[in-house]
C-alpha cells in the first residue's frame, strides 16, 4: 500500500494520548511512517494544518451509531480550505473504566467525549440508572482527568474509553463492549492543505464535494443527484447541512465513489459547478475498506486491458481522407 505521509511528516489527533483517534491513526501502516502530535481539540487540529504548525490533521468524520461528527463536517465546510487526502475505519469498542478497586454498583458519574456516551446509551440505561453523564473534550480526557482524580466524584466517577487509555492512565475496565450496537465503527479523515496535492488515483478512490444551490426551488436536489445519476457514479453518502445563513437553507453534502482525475467524474463536477451558487471540492482520496487492495489491482489490471484494446483499434486507422 503507499503511504499516505512521508517519513517524519507531522500529524495533530484529537488528544491526549489514548483516544480513539489514535488507535485508529496507529492501526494503518500508510500513516506509520508520520509524527503524530496530540491536541486539545479538533478545532486546533484543523487551525494548526491550515496555518503550516503541522503537516496533516487525522480526525473522526462519522460513526455507524451517533453519524456526522458535526465539529469535523462544520470546519471542513465552513471554516477551513483544507481537503480530505486519505480515510480509515475503525471497529470501535466502547469500555467502562475506574479506579483499582470500583465495581459497577460504585458508579454514580460517568465522564466521556459526548458521541462515546450516545453510543453507549442503551447500556447506560440499563445498567446504571440515573447516571450523571458529565462531557469531557475526548474520551481519553475522560479518563485522565477521572485517573488523576480531577473528574470529581471521589470512589464514584467512572469514563468511557480506550482499553490503550485505562493502560496509561491506571484505571480498570469495569465492563466491556459496552456500546449499543455490534457494528460500531468510526471513520477518520487525513486532512492536509490544498497546496499538497490530491493523491493519485488508485482505482478505489472516494471524492467528497459540497453543493451549494442557487435558490430553494422543487426539483434542485433533484437536479444535482441527476448529474450523478447520468454518469453512473454510485453516492456512498448524502447529507444536508444548514449553511448558518437562515431557516430552510441548506447545503448537500455529498461523497461518492471515484476520482476527480476519472473524465467522468470531472465532467460531473464541471456541469455541478456551472449550475449552482457555489461548489466546494473537499477531495479525492483512496478509499477505506478492507477489499481496498484487491479492488484497486482488479481495477488497474482492468484498465489496462481495455488500454490495450482500445489502442489495438485506434492502431487500425486509416489515414485522412481528402477534401
Not at 100 to 119: E, N, Y
Not at 129 to 142: F, L, N
Not at 218 to 230: T, V, W
Not at 316 to 321: P, R
Amino acid at each position: 500500500m503507499t503511504a499516505f505521509v512521508a517519513p517524519g511528516a507531522s500529524i495533530g489527533f484529537l488528544g491526549p494520548r489514548g483516544t480513539f483517534t489514535e488507535e485508529a491513526l496507529r492501526s494503518d501502516s500508510r500513516l506509520a511512517a508520520g509524527d503524530p502530535r496530540p491536541m486539545r481539540s479538533f478545532v486546533h487540529v484543523l487551525e494548526a494544518v491550515a496555518s503550516g504548525q503541522i503537516d496533516y490533521g487525522f480526525l473522526a468524520i462519522e460513526n455507524s451509531i451517533e453519524g456526522t461528527v458535526s465539529i469535523t463536517m462544520d470546519q471542513l465546510v465552513f471554516e477551513q480550505d483544507l481537503i480530505i487526502v486519505g480515510e480509515v475505519v475503525l471497529p470501535v469498542t466502547q469500555n467502562l473504566l475506574g479506579p483499582p478497586g470500583m465495581v459497577l454498583a460504585d458508579v454514580k458519574r460517568v465522564v466521556s467525549f459526548p458521541h462515546a456516551t450516545g453510543q453507549c446509551r442503551s447500556w447506560l440505561a440499563s445498567n446504571l440508572t440515573e447516571v450523571e453523564e458529565v462531557p469531557a473534550s475526548s474520551t481519553a480526557e475522560a479518563v485522565r482527568q477521572v485517573g488523576e482524580g480531577e473528574a470529581g466524584g471521589s470512589g464514584h466517577t467512572a469514563a468511557i474509553g480506550t482499553a490503550l487509555a485505562a493502560s496509561l492512565y491506571g484505571l480498570e475496565v469495569l465492563a466491556a463492549r459496552i456500546e449499543d450496537h455490534d457494528f460500531n465503527s468510526t471513520r477518520f479523515v487525513l486532512v492536509s492543505r490544498a497546496e499538497a496535492g490530491v493523491p493519485a488515483p488508485t482505482g478505489h478512490d472516494k471524492t467528497s464535494v459540497v453543493c451549494f444551490q442557487s435558490a430553494d426551488r422543487p426539483g434542485s436536489l433533484h437536479a444535482i443527484l441527476g448529474q450523478f445519476s447520468a454518469r453512473d457514479l454510485n453516492l456512498v453518502k448524502l447529507e444536508s447541512r444548514p449553511t448558518k445563513k437562515g431557516l430552510g437553507d441548506y447545503c448537500f453534502i455529498i461523497d461518492f465513489e471515484g476520482h476527480v482525475a476519472d473524465e467522468m467524474v470531472a465532467d460531473c463536477l464541471r456541469n455541478l459547478h456551472t449550475g449552482l451558487r457555489s461548489l466546494k471540492f473537499l477531495g479525492s482520496y483512496p478509499a477505506a475498506g478492507d477489499q481496498g487492495a484487491g479492488v484497486r489491482r482488479a481495477a488497474t489490471e482492468a484498465w489496462h486491458a481495455a488500454d490495450r484494446w482500445i489502442e489495438a483499434i485506434r492502431s487500425n486507422i486509416k489515414g485522412g481522407t481528402s477534401q
